[in-house]
Structures are given as structure tokens and as C-alpha cells.
């Protein structure tokens, strides 16, 4: 390359005698402007995290709501008048008492107003009718209630007749697209297919899994992909994936979307989704060589077993299988004077004994314990587990851990929440009336094997130690290492695992020695520029091409300092917001450091407060002075990481403490108020709110006051007739930033 | 050397090379830290280099003696001004692209190709070819200023 010898310095007369000082200047300058982009590039990986690190903590928030629906179901008898039905009916799979002829019947005679302009679909579905579709969606409309119900009807007909598994084959010259996941995002959707082309004959697709959630077009999303899924059956295939889950849909978003834009179907949707979602092939195989699936695999992956499975039955995954109390042994540890009977009892009594004693704070406890609780062993452990006693009553094994914190969403499994099963050696410590006793769990039944195995299947993440284990940051699934990846891949004589459900920032990333490749569909998942989209298109040699895309909402190419600076800014809001629901404890664990009430600490000292009570396992000490300020003796002004964030509105009757609380748990408290408000009027009874919240609260082991809570119910009561709008009662409850308003203001 | 502070913060930033978390940095954390600053295509013998100044696997330790002294400390404006101005004696403010090009790829710590291409569309030159020096390291040295707030 030689060292300045070229033309144009001469034209620019630097005299050549300087070159000593020319090479020092250049290093100055190389070094200084490496260390600025290494400094934008440590921001960029920061706010990943930070991201990452919400998501994962949002799917553990969902696992302790799902145990506290179980917990509801089994203890809480009278809702509204209308017992466990009201939640069973959207928790529990309901067996439709209609005939397929007569529902299809029914859609048939909806009638669709002549106002209505959107596509009007005709079955068998023909390329017309997806060309509607697309043309229409691109304008923003949405299709009719009706042939949304005779779609998913269509499909699932179709669904029900594949297998769990489907074998594929490249023909001589035909490539195969595999696009991975999309969560509402349409616009990227639109993209592949104007960059690739749309699903035919001549274009096969393989999608796999999370069609729905987070983006606002989910329904649109699962539309286009259905109805090209009918048109083209041997050339499309959809893989099931976690959020093809009714139950991740609650938290998610998709069941608002749902009800959101069909107000008269949209309960009927939803529940024919409930079933196209569980009839859902789970795996693809290529050319007997490459495995597609959603999540990932585990140790115990077995594909002769899955193509066994009847994979229906797995509804969603936050729902565990029943077990049955038929083999147990029942060993009573301690002796008490209602001893006698070794029969557990019915729901009602063991409900009621169980909340008398924990009113004597006597815990269900376990070695292996999920979510709720504090211990700390890392097998796998079952969150609510239920149990059918002889009499086939329901009875209820309860972790009603009373003051114990949320666990820690670490990569690391040292703490144990995780949805998967109790191995054989654990033992189930139940408080029978005055005694505790000590069962072992029965063996697993075939319908937890089958849950275990389509679980693994959509939840699990590569990892690069080897071995497999439970994966605690998400609460599902296993983490598995190159040698299990090695393992399942040598038994069947694959060459080839693609898998998606992480977000990657170049649309995809391959890992274990390039046999495991993650694709992941939906650019700007996080934010405006935080990561790019692809797809990977494969062919007969087998060799997989990547494409990559983003999908921009401006037309001018933002700066990769600005796209950083955008989704950190994101980023931190959500960080803030955080420390904001968690003021309380985070206070009162600054004060620890702060005898004197200086209102400082060091920087250290704030760092650990926060780790310790978000659990949150980032790089707090860099991101320090972008969350809290700094006062001039060099010690942090801890009160001042609470000013970017306040409450939106007053609420009156409410202290500040129940506030953030409130704020807190506002996504669980909505889903639970949409499960109430059976009619969707936006309206529940005051006496439903109550009981709801105080059961919430007792679940969590919140301690609220239950004048407090009446209080506010009153005062929430804006006009007096005894029902609560929920929907305002939870605005109230949302915060601002300080620096969005004074933008606002200042125009 | 270093306070405890410090020695906390070095700690993150290894954490952030860290890639797959396993304690030790190593090639692909190498490798895939050099593509996120825009050097793609770094030769296996350099990331293997460096790896050899290492006593041995690279934990943190090892990274505070060998990477803690260039973590450290911001240039001022001034001195970064003035390097610049040593390829511009008669003081115009601008550069010639294809100067600035040869000046940081042909000697010293040479840039790659990539790198060239990623600083002009950071800071792209106007429609005769002339990089407005005075204008990037102020927003270099601004825009970072802001960050340390």
C-alpha cells in the first residue's frame, strides 16, 4: 500500500519532511475516532440489553399472572354469579357444542351490510381473493367479521388433517423462503413479499411462528398468511410458535387488537383461534436434512414421539397439564391431632384451609419452587400445579409464598422459575388442615411428556456452553448447547437446525458452528432502527442465503449515531419507568446507605440498590449518568433518578405508595379486567373490582389496605351506579415523561 | 492504577464484549466487537495477534492490563483540531476526501476500507469532495460531551 507516495498529496504542497508528525497526527486522529465509534457501539449493545432485558422480564410478569389465574380458578368461587366459569371459558379449552356444519351454517347467514367495502371472500379461496386482501390492507381496511370466522374455519379444517411434523422437498430448481418472526408488523410482511415475490407454486414460504403480538397488524398478518396457507397448501407452511398462545395474547396485545377491531365476533374469533393456534404444525423438516422449528430443542427432543403427540390438546403453554393423584404416597411429616385420614379433600375446604393457614403463615413449599417463591434449586419446577384426587374433585397444590420477590430474569439458571415439570425427585409439601405433609409427585403422564415436548419446541434458546437446561430467563423451554444441537442433528441425519424467536440485530445470526441458524422477521422490533429484518431463502444444495431489509418510516436514512441515540432514548424512558413502579423499595434501600439523610450515596452503592431490586442484570454504573445525577462531591443524588417520570393524573384517595403500586401491576390488572367484563362494555361492578384486586394483592403478597382499596373504588365511581369504568381507572394510573410534556409544550 | 470506581466500570464494558457471557473474551467476541465498529473482514492472523499479547485466555483481569490505559481519559477539542491541521497548514477548514483517505489508511493504526466508508457517510464530504474537519470533531467532541453529562 506504501506510505503517502501519491499524486494527489503533491497537488495538496504538504512538505514531505513532515512525515513524522503527519504519522503522529494520524494516529491521533485514527485512535480518537475508533474510541468515539467504540463508545456509540457500547451505547448500541447497552440498549439492547435493556431491551432484552424488559422483554424477558415481561414474560416472567406473564407466568405469575397465569399462576394466579390458576389460583383463581381453584379458589375463587364466586364471580359476578357466575363461578369459575367466566375464566375458565377464556383459560380452559371449551369443547364447542356445535357441529362443524352447523357453525359453518351459522357464518354462512351473517349478513354483511352493503355499506361495507372491504373484500368479500369467496371459498375455495382464489388468487383474487388474496390480491383483495393485499389491496386492501394496503389501504388500511379491515375485513369483515364474517369471513374472518370462515376463514379460520376453512382452516382449521385444513389444520386438521396435517401432521405435526411436515417433511418438505426442494425439487430440482424450486428455493424455499423461511421468514421468521413477524409480531404484527405488516409493513415487513409487505416487504418480503415485494422483495421475494408472493407465495405460489413456484414460490414456496415457510413461516416460523409469532404471526401475532406487539404489532398492531397482527390480525391482518394471520389473514394474508391463512388464506395463502389455503390457496397454496403443498407451497405454504406456517410453524406454531410461543405467541401462537391465547394466553401470551392477553398480555401481548393481540386480544385487544382482537376485540379492538371486531366488537360484535371478536370473542368467537378469538376462541376459533384458541384452536387454529393449537392445530398448528410444529415442526419442518427439508429434504430430511434441515429441522425448522419456532423456539429451538431440547435433550429430551424426540421426533419419532412428537409425530405421535396430539398436539391440539396443547392449547397454550402457561396452562399445565392436570396430574393425576392416583399413584401418590402420601407420607404425612408431622404428626397433629386431626391425623386419621390420608385422603386429600375437596376443593372447597382444602381452599379454605389453605387460607386460614397462611393467615398462620404456614407456606406451600417445595424444594423445587417456581416463580413466586424464594428457594433456589434450578431443577425444574411446576407453577401451579393442579391435581385430581381420587373423587376427581379438583384439588389444588397452592405456592402461596407470602413476602417473597419477583425472581430474577438472569441468564444464569440460578434461580428457578420455569413452567416445566417436577422431576421424580422432588417432593410436594402440602398443608393439610394443621399438618404438613409430604407427597411425591407421580410420574409424569403422557400428556405432560407431550406438553414438555411442544414446549421445548417453541420456547427454547441456543446457548454456547453445552448441556441443557431449564431456561429461566424466559420461564420456559430449555437452553440447549452445541452438543445437544450435535446430538439430535447426528440421530436423524439433519445437517441443518433454523430456528427464530430471538431478536437479532442483523435479522439473523448463526451460532453453533453454523448448524443452528436464528432468522428473525421484524425489523425495528424495539425501536425505530434497532435491528434490521431477514429471510433466508434455501435451495437443493442446501447452502441458505440471507436477505436482509429494514423497513424505514422516513424516507431520509438516519445517521447510525442518531439511530443509536433513538432507540437508547426509548430504551432509558423504559428504564426509567422501571425504577419509577419500584420507588418504594428502591428508597428505602438507598436510605440503608444513607444513615446520615445526606441524600447521596456513591455510585457503587446506588448500583447495587438497583440491581438488587429490579434484577435487572445490566450495566448500571455506565448507564448511571444517563438515569440519576451526579452531586458536585462526586456522589450520586439518588432521589433524582424518580424526576424524569411522575404520575399522569391525581388519582384523589390514593397515596402514593398504592399508586405505584397500581402502576405496576397496570398490564396484569387490565388483562384481568378484560377477562371480568364479559359483555366488553368497559365496565366492571365495583364489588368485582374489589374482590379482584384483593385477591391480586393477596396473590402477590402485596400488602394494601383494604380501606384504601375501598376508598378509591368509591372514589373511582364517578357517577355513582356501582360500576367502575376500568378502562379510565387504569389510564389514571400511567405516567409521563417530563421531557414529553415540556416538548409538547413548547411546540 | 486503577480506583475501584474505575475498575467497575471496566468491568461493564468487558461484560459487554463478553458476547456469550462465559467469562473470557475470545475470538468470535473479537471478531463480532471488530464488525460492530466497522471492521468487517479483520484477517484471522490480527484477531489472532492480539490474542497472543495475551498471557493467556482473556478474562478480565488480563482485559484491565492490556485494554485499561486506552479506555481511559477524552481528548480535548484542541488537540484532535490541531492533528487535523497539520494536513492543513494554510488553515481552510476542509480536507480533500481522497486526501483524508490516504492519510488514515496508508500509515500508522491504518483504517480499513470499511471504516473509510462508514466515517464519510457519518460525515459526508460536500459535492467537491471536501471533508469540513472542523465540523466532525465538533460533533464528535460535543455529541460525546453530552453523553458524560
Redesign the interface.
Known amino acids: 500500500?506504501?506510505?503517502?507516495t501519491?499524486v494527489?498529496?503533491e497537488n495538496?504542497g504538504?512538505p514531505r519532511g513532515?512525515s513524522e508528525?503527519?504519522?503522529?497526527?494520524?494516529?491521533?486522529?485514527?485512535?480518537?475516532?475508533?474510541?468515539?465509534?467504540?463508545?456509540l457501539?457500547?451505547?448500541?449493545?447497552?440498549t439492547w440489553?435493556i431491551f432484552q432485558s424488559i422483554e424477558y422480564a415481561g414474560e416472567q410478569d406473564q407466568l405469575q399472572l397465569s399462576s394466579f389465574f390458576s389460583f383463581m380458578l381453584d379458589n375463587f368461587t364466586q364471580l359476578n354469579g357466575n363461578g369459575p366459569d367466566l375464566i375458565s371459558h377464556l383459560l380452559d379449552s371449551v369443547v364447542d357444542p356445535l357441529t362443524e356444519e352447523v357453525r359453518q351454517t351459522r357464518y354462512e347467514q351473517i349478513v354483511v351490510p352493503d355499506s361495507y367495502t372491504g373484500p368479500r371472500l369467496t371459498f375455495p379461496l382464489s388468487v383474487s381473493d388474496t390480491n383483495a386482501l393485499l389491496s386492501a390492507f394496503k389501504e388500511q381496511q379491515t375485513l369483515h367479521g364474517k369471513y374472518v370466522l370462515q376463514l379460520l374455519h376453512e382452516t382449521k379444517k385444513f389444520l386438521k388433517q396435517m401432521p405435526n411434523v411436515i417433511y418438505l422437498s426442494t425439487s430440482y430448481a424450486k428455493e424455499i423462503t423461511i421468514c421468521g418472526d413477524l409480531h404484527g408488523s405488516l409493513d415487513d410482511l409487505l416487504l418480503i413479499f415485494y422483495k421475494n415475490g408472493l407465495p405460489s407454486d413456484e414460490n414456496p414460504y415457510i413461516f416460523n411462528g409469532d404471526f401475532v403480538d406487539r404489532g398492531k397488524k397482527s390480525m391482518e398478518i394471520i389473514i394474508i398468511l391463512f388464506a395463502f396457507l389455503l390457496l397454496y397448501p403443498d407451497h405454504m407452511h406456517l410453524n406454531r410458535g410461543n405467541h401462537e398462545d391465547h394466553i401470551m395474547n392477553l398480555r401481548y396485545g393481540f386480544t385487544k387488537e382482537v376485540m379492538q377491531k371486531y366488537k360484535a365476533h371478536g370473542r368467537d374469533i378469538l376462541q376459533l383461534l384458541q384452536d387454529v393456534f393449537s392445530l398448528l404444525p410444529v415442526a419442518t423438516v427439508i429434504d430430511n436434512k434441515v429441522l425448522i422449528v419456532h423456539g429451538g430443542i431440547s435433550d429430551n427432543t424426540d421426533l419419532d414421539f412428537l409425530s405421535s403427540v396430539e398436539r391440539y390438546r396443547v392449547k397454550s403453554a402457561l396452562r399445565l397439564p392436570k396430574r393425576s393423584l392416583d399413584h401418590l404416597e402420601v407420607v404425612s411429616s408431622r404428626s397433629s391431632s386431626r391425623q386419621g385420614r390420608v385422603g386429600l379433600e375437596s376443593p372447597r375446604s382444602l381452599g379454605r384451609s389453605s387460607r386460614a393457614s397462611r393467615k398462620r403463615k404456614s407456606h406451600l413449599t417445595r424444594q423445587a419452587s417456581c416463580s413466586s417463591s424464594s428457594s433456589s434449586s434450578s431443577s425444574s419446577s411446576l407453577c401451579s400445579p393442579r391435581l385430581l384426587s381420587r373423587n376427581t374433585s379438583r384439588n389444588t397444590l397452592r405456592n402461596t409464598a407470602m413476602n417473597t420477590p419477583r425472581n430474577t430474569p438472569r441468564?444464569?439458571p440460578q434461580h428457578p422459575p420455569s413452567p416445566s415439570l417436577p422431576s421424580p425427585t422432588d417432593m410436594l409439601q402440602v398443608p393439610f388442615l394443621d399438618s404438613i405433609m409430604s407427597l411425591a409427585p407421580p410420574e409424569p403422564s403422557r400428556e405432560e411428556m407431550e406438553w414438555r415436548q411442544i414446549v421445548d419446541l417453541l420456547w427454547s434458546d441456543p446457548?454456547?456452553?453445552n448441556g441443557c437446561s431449564p431456561n429461566t430467563f424466559r420461564g420456559g423451554g430449555c437452553y440447549f448447547g452445541p452438543d445437544v444441537t450435535q446430538r439430535l442433528l447426528q440421530k436423524h441425519g439433519f445437517c441443518l437446525l433454523i430456528r427464530s424467536h430471538e431478536c437479532k440485530q442483523e435479522g439473523y445470526e448463526l451460532c453453533h458452528d453454523g448448524q443452528v441458524i436464528t432468522i428473525f422477521s421484524a425489523s425495528n422490533y424495539y425501536e425505530e432502527g434497532s435491528n434490521r429484518g431477514a429471510y433466508i431463502k434455501i435451495g437443493p444444495e442446501l447452502v441458505p442465503r440471507f436477505f436482509q431489509y429494514q423497513v424505514s418510516r422516513s424516507t431520509r436514512k438516519l445517521?447510525?449515531?442518531q439511530r443509536v441515540s433513538v432507540a437508547e432514548g426509548s430504551a432509558l424512558k423504559a428504564l426509567q419507568e422501571k425504577l419509577f413502579a419500584h420507588r418504594s423499595e428502591l428508597m428505602a434501600g438507598f436510605q440503608q446507605y444513607d444513615k446520615n439523610n445526606t441524600g447521596r450515596i456513591?455510585?457503587?452503592e446506588w448500583?447495587t440498590v438497583v440491581e438488587s431490586v429490579l434484577k435487572m442484570d445490566l450495566?448500571?454504573?455506565?448507564l448511571r449518568?444517563r438515569l440519576v445525577r451526579l452531586a458536585p462531591d462526586g456522589n450520586v443524588e439518588y432521589e433524582s433518578c424518580f424526576e424524569a417520570v411522575s404520575p399522569g393524573q391525581s388519582v384523589p384517595q390514593v397515596t402514593p405508595n398504592l399508586a405505584e403500586t397500581l402502576y405496576r401491576y397496570r398490564t396484569d390488572l387490565a388483562i384481568i379486567f378484560n377477562i371480568i367484563d364479559k359483555d366488553h362494555s368497559g365496565q366492571i361492578s365495583i364489588e368485582e373490582f374489589r374482590q379482584t384486586w384483593k385477591l391480586f394483592s393477596s396473590h402477590l403478597g402485596v400488602d394494601v389496605d383494604d380501606q384504601a382499596i375501598d376508598d378509591m373504588a368509591r372514589s373511582i365511581d364517578f357517577n355513582k351506579d356501582g360500576s367502575i369504568d376500568f378502562n379510565e381507572f387504569l389510564e389514571a394510573f400511567r405516567v409521563v415523561h417530563k421531557l414529553d410534556v415540556k416538548e409538547q409544550q413548547h411546540g | 492504577m486503577f480506583e475501584?470506581?474505575q475498575i467497575?466500570?471496566f468491568k461493564?464494558?468487558f461484560?459487554?464484549m463478553d458476547q456469550?457471557?462465559?467469562g473470557f473474551i475470545d475470538k468470535n467476541d473479537l471478531r463480532d466487537?471488530f464488525a460492530?465498529?466497522?471492521r468487517l473482514n479483520v484477517k484471522q492472523e490480527e484477531i489472532d495477534e492480539m490474542l497472543k499479547e495475551a498471557p493467556g485466555p482473556i478474562n478480565f483481569t488480563v482485559f484491565l492490563t492490556m485494554f485499561g490505559e486506552?479506555l481511559k481519559g477524552?481528548?480535548p477539542e484542541e488537540?484532535?483540531l490541531?492533528?487535523?491541521k497539520?494536513?492543513d497548514?494554510e488553515g481552510k477548514g476542509t480536507l480533500?476526501k481522497?486526501?483524508v483517505t490516504?492519510?488514515?489508511?496508508?500509515?500508522?493504526?491504518?483504517?480499513s476500507r470499511e471504516?473509510m466508508e462508514?466515517?464519510f457517510?457519518?460525515f459526508p464530504p460536500d459535492v467537491a469532495g471536501n471533508l469540513d474537519y472542523k465540523n466532525l470533531v465538533y460533533i464528535?467532541t460535543h455529541?460525546?460531551e453530552k453523553?458524560?453529562?
Not at chain 2, 102 to 111: G, K, N, S, Y
Open positions: 500500500m506504501g506510505c503517502g501519491s494527489a498529496i495538496q504538504k513532515h508528525t503527519a504519522m503522529k497526527a494520524a494516529i491521533l486522529i485514527q485512535r480518537w475516532y475508533r474510541r468515539y465509534i467504540a463508545r457501539e457500547m451505547r448500541r449493545r447497552y440489553n441468564k444464569t446457548k454456547c456452553q445517521t447510525l449515531h456513591s455510585t457503587g448500583a450495566p448500571w454504573r455506565t449518568p | 475501584q470506581a467497575q466500570e461493564e464494558a461484560t459487554i456469550n457471557r462465559d466487537t460492530a465498529l466497522g486506552k477524552a481528548d488537540t484532535i490541531n492533528a487535523f497539520v494536513f497548514p480533500k481522497d486526501f490516504e492519510m488514515l489508511t496508508t500509515q500508522a493504526d491504518r483504517f471504516e462508514q466515517m457517510t457519518a464528535i455529541g460525546e453523553d458524560q453529562e
